[in-house]
């Protein structure tokens, strides 16, 4: 048994609790509070900028369950080995609570069901864009919470005072149960927590992101594009201090090449995409039709405080 040192950063004992026969799932509880943090701040941003509200609840009826299957789609296209081997199971590809969404996925498949949505709608997806980045980011660094009650997704093995230190975790019949089951004490190992990196750059990149739309007077879906170069280089960085296993290609985790290309990309679409912002008008023409308000424009051209 390593021994406990009491300045590292213990993880919890448990990621699992019930209530009677349904289990209540911590890593669930921090994606769906992500959520409606998210949510609320979209809703807060694009109602300002002259958003149909109703719009952003469209949005979330198509983006959610978008999200969570294109998530679990890349985790499992890039970790397929552990639920196609000749020992696994390939329901397991399934249990989305044991943890496993890929960001990439998740808004790859959500941003393309928002583009139909906004095409059939026929209202500009840029400004919307805009509007959910910093919700967006800030639920990406809640949902990393359920990473460290599901004990996943950490760094290599260090002794820095802020370690972490990983339990040895049983199940009701004494077997190893790393996700659903309950601490025996034991400190198997004190690895970097990369759950808490990813978290702080996150909620720095939201901060940003916040005041960059602002100070900048960004528009047409620059801040989104900036949402994506802000994570994906932090996620470069961390992705490459993670001990966990992964899929490479080249010699590289495949997540490492992922966030050097979306990089780029991103960076390009934000140089070349249109300067200044929206009127209100041209947040959602068919919202300002409707508008009974002297002169038919509505909202404010500035953002609120989040």
Request: aromatic residues 12%.
């Amino acid at each position: 048994m390593q021994i406990y040192n009491l300045a590292n950063i213990p993880s919890p004992p448990q990621g699992v609790w019930h209530l009677g026969p349904i289990p209540i799932r911590a890593y669930a509880m921090c994606i769906i509070l992500g959520i409606l943090v998210a949510m609320w701040m979209t809703l807060r941003r694009y109602t300002a900028r002259g958003g149909n509200p109703d719009v952003v609840w469209d949005a979330a009826i198509v983006v959610i369950p978008a999200g969570i299957i294109g998530g679990r789609l890349y985790h499992v296209m890039t970790d397929y080995d552990k639920y196609f081997c000749s020992t696994c199971d390939p329901i397991d590809a399934l249990k989305i609570t044991n943890g496993g969404l890929g960001i990439w996925g998740a808004v790859a498949l959500g941003a393309v069901a928002l583009w139909g949505m906004f095409k059939i709608k026929r209202i500009p997806l840029g400004p919307f864009a805009d509007a959910v980045a910093p919700g967006l980011i800030l639920a990406q660094a809640i949902g990393r919470l359920g990473n460290w009650f599901n004990q996943e997704l950490y760094g290599r093995e260090t002794t820095v005072p802020w370690a972490l230190d990983i339990y040895y975790r049983v199940n009701e019949n004494g077997e190893y149960a790393p996700i659903s089951g309950r601490s025996t004490g034991e400190v198997m190992t004190s690895v970097h927590p990369t759950f808490l990196y990813e978290l702080v750059w996150n909620v720095i990149i939201c901060i940003f992101l916040l005041w960059a739309h602002k100070a900048w007077k960004l528009g047409h879906g620059r801040v989104f594009a900036l949402y994506v170069a802000g994570y994906t280089a932090g996620r470069f960085i961390v992705e490459n201090m993670r001990a966990d296993e992964a899929t490479h290609v080249f010699g590289l985790r495949i997540n490492v090449i992922v966030s050097v290309v979306c990089f780029i990309i991103a960076l390009i679409v934000f140089f070349r995409l249109p300067r200044g912002q929206e009127t209100p008008d041209e947040v959602d023409p068919t919202h300002a039709q409707g508008d009974d308000t002297p002169g038919g424009s509505h909202g404010s051209a500035a953002y609120p405080a989040i």
